[in-house]
């Protein structure tokens, strides 16, 4: 299940199409800064996008160890 929204979304998407084995790629854009007005991103979506990054690593560990631990066992066979 997804749990974030906003720009967090984004990053947590990204994260679970990888570890489903999706290729990504990156398409290049031409970003022009702002000459007026003030950013759009707020100061708590930064935050929620860290919190987003720090929860899918700490939840992805066990999942790695596991999966060597398999892989491990069919390269002895």
Do not use: C, D
């Amino acid at each position: 299940a997804i749990f974030s929204s906003g720009y967090s979304f984004l990053v947590e998407m990204a994260f679970w199409v990888e570890r489903a084995g999706f290729r990504t790629g990156e398409v290049p854009i031409t970003f022009v800064n702002r000459t007026e007005g003030a950013s759009k991103i707020s100061k708590l979506e930064i935050y929620k996008a860290m919190y987003t990054i720090a929860r899918l690593r700490t939840s992805a560990l066990p999942w790695e160890r596991i999966m060597a631990i398999y892989h491990a066992q069919f390269e002895r066979r």
